[in-house]
C-alpha cells in the first residue's frame, strides 16, 4: 500500500490493515470476524479503491486488534492474496500475503446437511484445498466439493 | 499395500489397484457359490454395521465373508440397540473395534465411513454412505463391464436415467473416467448429471450428453439403466412421460452392437421390462451376483490370507 492509499483512510496507531481484499468482500471480512458484535473496535473500511494490481480492491482498518492465525485462514477463504499489515505505533511491525493451506480445518463447516462431519460433534470438518482460483475445496468426510459462494455461506 | 487398508471411496484406488481388485475377484469366481477350499479367513471375524436397511448389501457381504471362512458379527435391530440410544458413530465404532477384525459400515451420513475409519484400527470398508460413496457396487459394475467385455480401456458406456441423483453413476463415471473410455451421459433435463461431476470427467475422457438414448444406442458398448424415481417429481404426470421415454425395448437393443450389455444396479421397476431378461444382452442379474467375488476379493486383500 502507498502512502497516499493509506492516508484515504487515516493511519491506526495499533492494530490490522488487511489490503489488497477483491473488490465487493470487505463487508464479508468484517462479518467473519464477527467484528459488527464488538462495540469496542473501531473499524474503517474503504470500498472500491483503486488498485494497479487489481483495478478495484476493498481495504479494512482495524484498531487495536491483531488477528489470530484462525482469523487470518478465514480471511485467506475470501481474499487470497490479500495483504496483512501490522501496526504498532503508528509503524509497520509485519507486512505479509494470506495464503490459503492445502488443509483447512475448523474455519468452515461443509455444506452438505447429510454430511457426518454435521452430525458429530467430535468432528472437525476438514476440507481439501483443490484450486485457488477459482477457489474449490473439497469435504474430507463426504467429498462435497464446495465453490467460491457456498464456501463463504459456510465459515463459523 | 493392501494389508489392513480401509475402502471408502472408489477415489482412494489407482488403475493399477482396480485392476488388483477385478483380477482377485477373477480368481475368487470359481469359489464364489462353493466356498473356498483353504477357508483363508477361518479365523477372523467380520462385522456387518447397517444402520439402514440394505439386505442385499448386508446379505453379498456376509455370504463372501463366509465363503472365506470368516465369522460373521451382525447389529441386530436398530430399535434394541445402543443408537437408538443415541450413542455417537464413532464411540459405536471404538468399541465394535474390538470385536471384529474388519467393519464393514452402511449409514445414512455422508462421510460416515471416513469418520469410522478414523476411530477404527481395523479396517472399514464402506458399504454405501448416504448418497456418498459404495465402492464395492462400483468395484462389481467394473468387474462386470471388465468381465463381459475382456477389457475396460477402449470401450463405449452409456449411462441413463437418473444421472442427477444417482450415486452408481457418479462413482462409476468418474472411475471409469481414469481409463481409455468414452462416456454418453443420457437423461431428461432434469435429471442431468451434475455439472462438477461432468467438468471433472472431461478433463480426462471424451463425454456426450443427450436426451437422446435412440441416436447413441448403436455406439454403446454397455447400456447403464438406472430408475427414474417419482419422488423426484413434483407432477406424476411428468414422471410417466419422462420415465415412459427411457424404458429398454428389445426393438432398441437389436439396434444396438454385436456384444452390447445391459446392466443396472438393481432394485429394477418399469424402465427394464421382463421380456428383456432372456435375451443374450441381458447382464443384470449376473451384475448383482459378482458382488460375491468382488467383496471376497476386497475381505481376502485386506485381512491378508496371502
Redesign the interface.
Known amino acids: 500500500m502507498t502512502e497516499e492509499k493509506m492516508l484515504k483512510v487515516e493511519k491506526i496507531r495499533r492494530g490490522t490493515v488487511i489490503d489488497h481484499i477483491p473488490v465487493g468482500r470487505a463487508f464479508k471480512v468484517l462479518k467473519i470476524l464477527k467484528i459488527s458484535t464488538d462495540p469496542g473496535v473501531t473499524v474503517s473500511v474503504a470500498i472500491h479503491v483503486k488498485s494497479k494490481k487489481m483495478g478495484l480492491k476493498d481495504v479494512v482498518k482495524i484498531e487495536d486488534r491483531i488477528l489470530d492465525s484462525s482469523e487470518l485462514n478465514k480471511i485467506a477463504l475470501i481474499a487470497e492474496g490479500g495483504t496483512i499489515t501490522i501496526v504498532e505505533d503508528y509503524s509497520v511491525i509485519k507486512k505479509f500475503v494470506v495464503k490459503l493451506p492445502d488443509i483447512i480445518t475448523g474455519i468452515l463447516k461443509?455444506s452438505?446437511a447429510?454430511?457426518?462431519?454435521n452430525?458429530?460433534?467430535?468432528?472437525k470438518p476438514t476440507f481439501t484445498l483443490l484450486s485457488k482460483n477459482p477457489l474449490s475445496i473439497k469435504?474430507?468426510?463426504?467429498?462435497?466439493?464446495m465453490e467460491t459462494d457456498e464456501i463463504m455461506d459456510s465459515i463459523l | 499395500m493392501w494389508l489392513n487398508r480401509d475402502i471408502v471411496s472408489i477415489g482412494d484406488l489407482s488403475v493399477e489397484e482396480i485392476m488388483e481388485v477385478l483380477d482377485r475377484a477373477n480368481k475368487m469366481l470359481p469359489y464364489a457359490s462353493s466356498g473356498h477350499p483353504r477357508k483363508p479367513l477361518a479365523d477372523k471375524i467380520v462385522a456387518t454395521l447397517f444402520y439402514e436397511p440394505s439386505t442385499r448389501t448386508r446379505l453379498s457381504f456376509e455370504s463372501a465373508a463366509m465363503r472365506l471362512g470368516a465369522r460373521v458379527l451382525s447389529l441386530g435391530s436398530l430399535e434394541a440397540s445402543s443408537v437408538a440410544k443415541g450413542e455417537t458413530l464413532s464411540d459405536t465404532i471404538r468399541i465394535i473395534n474390538s470385536y471384529s477384525d474388519a467393519i464393514v459400515l452402511r449409514h445414512p451420513s455422508e462421510g460416515a465411513a471416513r469418520l469410522a475409519s478414523e476411530y477404527a484400527d481395523v479396517p472399514v470398508i464402506n458399504a454405501g454412505d448416504g448418497a456418498g460413496q459404495h465402492p464395492t457396487q462400483t468395484l462389481l459394475d467394473m468387474f462386470t463391464i471388465w468381465k463381459e467385455l475382456g477389457q475396460i480401456n477402449g470401450k463405449s458406456i452409456g449411462f441413463v436415467g437418473d444421472l442427477k441423483y444417482g450415486r452408481t453413476v457418479h462413482s462409476l463415471s468418474k472411475a471409469l473416467s481414469l481409463f481409455d473410455v468414452s462416456l454418453y451421459f443420457i437423461s431428461p433435463e432434469e435429471l442431468k448429471i451434475p455439472k462438477h461431476i461432468k467438468r471433472d470427467i472431461e478433463k480426462r475422457i471424451p463425454v456426450k450428453e443427450t436426451k437422446n438414448l435412440d441416436e447413441v444406442i448403436e455406439s454403446l458398448d454397455v447400456l447403464y439403466v438406472t430408475r427414474i424415481q417419482k419422488e423426484r417429481f413434483p407432477d406424476i404426470e411428468e414422471y410417466k412421460k419422462v420415465a415412459g421415454v427411457y424404458v429398454i425395448r428389445p426393438s432398441l437393443l437389436s439396434r444396438g452392437r454385436k456384444n452390447l450389455i445391459v446392466m443396472h444396479p438393481l432394485p429394477r421397476v418399469d424402465e427394464i421390462p421382463a421380456e428383456i431378461d432372456n435375451l443374450p444382452q441381458a447382464k443384470y442379474f449376473k451384475q448383482a451376483s459378482n458382488g460375491i467375488p468382488v467383496r471376497m476379493a476386497i475381505l481376502d486383500m485386506i485381512l491378508g490370507s496371502e
Open positions: 461443509c452438505n447429510r454430511c457426518v462431519s452430525m458429530e460433534s467430535v468432528i469435504c474430507h468426510y463426504c467429498e462435497r466439493e
